[in-house]
Each structure stands twice: as structure tokens, then as C-alpha cells.
């Protein structure tokens, strides 16, 4: 059994990370992985377990409860036929190809290049937050042929490599496509689930033998942190829902876009000073 002083802290940590996500993510409609990662990464780094692989850790871990949220999303959209199958049967080969990709990569880089590579993605994603209008169009439906090729195995490939699920490229995407928001949001669920399914067994996988790794450890899962946080959002997720009711989650969007870009500033920062 790991030591009650290694375990102790780690579970206060957590449990803040994983309520403070649940909040978010119903108050925003943003997946719990864009702020997941680079909170795993500070709690984790805080805790002692800095390493070359840490970023893996929190990918790994991310994703692995994206599977669950993305799921009980994913049916309950379904039951209220907000969910465009069509969309999800067209997109899913090739986000698993990403996806798979994404993982193979993900886990032969070191922790440094995979926390730039977070940090520019995540200053694309809080710009759109930030920024973005929803008039913005590339087209009036969402594209088949050529084009579906090249963005569905991107669109997984880089949510793997940020250790998200489907929301934080799927939505704009789709938005950018003419697909009404509340489709586009329930769509993106089914993302998740593809995405996160297939990443999450090969991040069990991988090889984290060499470097020191949070207690109750599977390759580069933390059971703890995966445990605590489906609990916390499960329960805080509905209070974030609850509140984007009585609050206009516009302006709080943007402001969520801005801490968003800060975040990875920093992030940034320290993949490069090392």
C-alpha cells in the first residue's frame, strides 16, 4: 500500500481539480482535459514526481476520464436526438487513425516538447474562446471527401496530443461547418468517447518504469487522480450547469479563454527554460 504521506496530499490536490473542472465544464460547456492537464501537471509537479515523462502522466490520466464524462455525455444527448450519427460514422475512422497516431507520438517525446506543443494548441483553443464569433463560417455543411481525410485524423491526432476529447476542436469545427451549437456540443461527445478510447489503452501501455510515478500507477494512468475527479465532476458538473442559468456564460467564456492563454504562456515558458 503507497505511504498515507505521499497519498494524503495528492488526494486534497485532486479533489480541488476535479470539482473545479466539473464547475467548468457545465458552466462553459468546456472539456474537463483543457483544464485537466496543465492542473495535473502543477499538482503532480508539486508532489515530487517532475520528470521527463510527467506530461504523459497527465495526458494518460486526462483522457482516461474523458472516457467516462464523454460517454454519460454522449447518451444523454442521444436520448434527446441531439446527436448527428451521420457526423460521427462519417468523422470516426479517421479520428481513431489520429488518434492512435497521437499516442504513438505522445509517448516518445519527452515531457518538455509536449508541454510547447500543449501550450500552442491551447493558445489557438482560448483565442477562439476568447475571440471567436459565431457567425464565423468555412462552409455551409460539414466537408466529405478530401477534406473530411485530412481533418478527422488531425482533429484526433491533436486532441491526443493536448489530452482532451472531443469539444475543445470538435465544436469550432463543426460551428465553422453551419452545424447548429447544441448539435455540435452533443456531436462532440461522440468525439470524445473515439478519441479517448483507443488513447487511453495505449497510454495504459506505456513504459513509465524509469521515472518516479504518483501512487496506484497503470503505464501512464493515475488511478487516484482518474477515480477522484470522475467522482468530483460528476457531482460539481451539475452545479456549473445549474449556474449557466442564472448566469450569461458568454462574457465568462472569454474570460475563460484569456486564463486559458495565460496558462499556456506559462507552460510555454517552462518548456523552454527546461
Known sequence: MPELSLLLPMVGLILIIGAFAGVLAG???VGGGIVLVPAFFYAFSALGYDSPQ?????????LATIVVTSVRSGLAHHKKG???VQILKGWLPGIVIGAVIGVSIATSLRSGALQAIFGVLAIIVGAYMAFGRASWRLGPEMPVGPARAVLSPLLGFLSVLMGIGGGSFGVPVMSLYGVAIHRAVATAAGFGVIIAVPSVIGFLLADMS???TPPLTIG?????AFALVIAMTLITAPWGAALAHKLDPKPLKKVF????????LNM??????G
Open 220 to 224: 501512464a494512468v493515475n488511478l487516484v
Open 210 to 212: 524509469a521515472v518516479p
Open 82 to 84: 441531439a446527436v448527428d
Open 54 to 62: 510527467l506530461m504523459q502522466l497527465c495526458l494518460g490520466t486526462s
Open 257 to 264: 479563454g484569456v486564463f486559458l492563454i495565460l496558462v499556456a
Open 268 to 273: 510555454l515558458r517552462k518548456a523552454l527554460i
Open 27 to 29: 458552466l462553459l460547456g
